[in-house]
């Protein structure tokens, strides 16, 4: 509905419409009254629906790659190539995961088959770089691969996608597809190669994905590309593949799902994104959080909350790490479709800037560089951010809040609070719950200080791709933007 003001106008140039063409204008022309029409219903139509208009979304998609789930399913992978008429595989793999038992099943799949060559990448850097990113391009450029598998975590997978993108656009820089503004944000127009992902941390969801992360060192922030074109043929969810998982990569990896659903779930409707796509390929992988989307995120989060604590006390439970591999699946089939936004958004400076900054090496993790890891990155602010977000969808916060307090949304201690204070008592239990997996406790704890906060937001501005589907935040690139972003950093100092 209109303004008063806006209402009364439109009114008036109708009236002026009429008017022009009515009897008592008899004295003037038939075609000068036709005219003096045409120019008034014009003025409507120009103040109706302006020429530069935005246009909001009116359509979502829902795309996801398919998935094969079970024990011991990464043996089939030999078969799969074989039936895809694979000519040549590029294996990538990291150097840990290459002298663990997923990499040797699946090796020994590719060698069962008969004249099915291939070749192992196995330099895959944890958190890559965009260096990292060219050298593996460069490998696989040298290669004619037909195909491509991805045996490890997201690292492992997303490099996978992206020598598979670098390997048809065969003379592109990285830097074409990167998400603008960083990047130039190009359409991928033509098919990629057959990719099978294979993964061996309950975490990134990458498996189900058209999005692949790295490191912009040179700008102490992470990005990446978001498209479908992307994503796996198929994802092979093996629950055998983290049996050898430590227990701090069990952890950070689940708080990866679990931020993938609350993220997903409370991205703003994607009725709501602007503008509208010229062209469907131009419509974007994360679009806004919509009904098919909304499904798998809120499957993935009760079960994130209900088993990832189990891990963290005893990663040898069968059962848990089931169902935090099928819920790393699920949640990237929400965020996939749907998005994520603020806590991922402001991880990307805070694992980026502590290579040059407070070089925190995070217990539990066999590298030998400083390492923020992404899911622990992402919870650091989750419960400033959620209690500046909760309300723009009280109800959506309301079902998180009944989650993480074990209960529904109907108990009496959930209805009673009023929608004002859900913020407040989601904080509580966000916090409660990181706390009770050993998360470190806001950013002060892994060496970040008020005085870093203004770096940490002009890290974070940049990130348009998720930013711009956070709910509350107003104009993003504006004044405010910057001030909510830096109150939630501030208040992500210590919790």
């Given amino acids: 509905m209109a303004p008063p003001a806006a209402r009364s106008t439109i009114f008036r140039l109708i009236n002026a419409a009429q008017h022009s063409a009515c009897p008592c204008h008899g004295c003037r022309s038939a075609a000068h009254n036709h005219g003096h029409q045409a120019m008034a219903l014009n003025q409507l139509r120009k103040f109706a629906t302006p020429v530069n208009a935005v246009e909001k979304e009116y359509a979502f998609e829902v795309a996801a790659s398919n998935l094969r789930f079970g024990e011991g399913v990464t043996r089939e992978v030999g078969m799969d190539l074989k039936n895809m008429k694979a000519r040549k595989v590029g294996v990538f793999t990291d150097p840990v995961v290459a002298k663990l038992k997923p990499m040797k099943t699946a090796l020994e799949s590719l060698q069962s088959q008969e004249d099915l060559p291939f070749e192992v990448y196995d330099q895959v850097v ?11 391009i460069a490998w696989a450029r040298k290669h004619d691969f037909s195909h491509f598998l991805a045996v490890g975590g997201g690292s492992v997978i997303d490099t996978a996608k992206t020598a598979n993108l670098f390997t048809i656009y065969n003379d592109a820089d990285l830097m074409d597809f990167v998400n603008a503004p960083i990047g130039k944000g190009l359409p991928i127009t033509q098919s990629l190669r057959p990719l099978i992902a294979v993964p061996t941390t309950a975490g990134t969801g990458s498996e189900t994905t058209g999005t692949a992360i790295f490191d ?12 479908r074109a992307l994503k796996p043929v198929l994802g092979v969810v093996d629950t055998e593949n983290t049996e050898s998982c ?57 079960t994130t909350v209900k088993y990832l604590p189990r891990i963290a006390k005893d990663r040898e439970d069968h059962e848990a790490r089931s169902q935090m591999l099928l819920a790393a699946s699920f949640a990237g089939i929400g965020f996939g479709n749907a998005g994520v936004h603020l806590c991922h958004g402001m991880s ?35 419960p400033a951010v959620f209690q500046f977000t909760a309300p723009s969808s009280p109800d959506r916060h309301r079902e998180a809040l009944a989650i993480f307090n074990h209960t529904t949304v109907t108990d009496p201690s959930i209805t009673s609070i009023p929608d004002s204070e859900i913020g407040a008592h989601l904080y509580e239990s966000i916090a409660r719950f990181l706390d009770g997996l050993g998360v470190p406790r806001g950013l002060k704890a892994v060496g970040y200080g008020k005085d870093d906060v203004a770096m940490l ?39």
């Avoid at 958190?127 to 593996?136: F, G, H, K, Q, V």
């Avoid at 060192?217 to 498209?227: D, H, L, P, Q, V």
């Avoid at 002009?458 to 935040?473: K, M, S, Y």
């Avoid at 504006?478 to 208040?491: F, K, V, Y």
């Fill in 126 to 136: 944890a958190e890559p770089t965009e260096d990292s990113w060219r050298n593996a």
């Fill in 216 to 227: 912009v060192t040179s700008r102490s922030f992470k990005t990446g590309i978001a498209n």
């Fill in 246 to 302: 430590p227990t701090a990569v069990h952890i950070s990896a689940g708080l990866d799902v679990l931020f993938h659903s609350l993220e997903s779930y409370t991205a703003i409707p994607y009725t709501e994104r602007t503008p509208r796509p010229a062209n469907p390929i131009l419509r974007p992988a994360y679009q806004g959080s919509n009904p098919v989307a909304d499904i798998f995120s809120m499957w993935a989060l009760r």
């Fill in 348 to 382: 990307y400076p805070i694992s980026g800037l502590n290579k040059k900054g407070p070089k925190y090496k995070h217990p539990g993790y066999l590298v030998d560089h400083p390492i923020i890891p992404h899911g622990v990155s992402v919870a650091l602010t989750g």
């Fill in 457 to 495: 937001v002009e890290g974070t501005l940049p990130q348009r791709r998720v930013l711009d589907l956070a709910p509350n935040i107003g104009d993003v690139v504006g004044e405010d933007g910057r001030e909510h972003l830096t109150r939630i950093m501030e208040a992500s100092l210590e919790y």
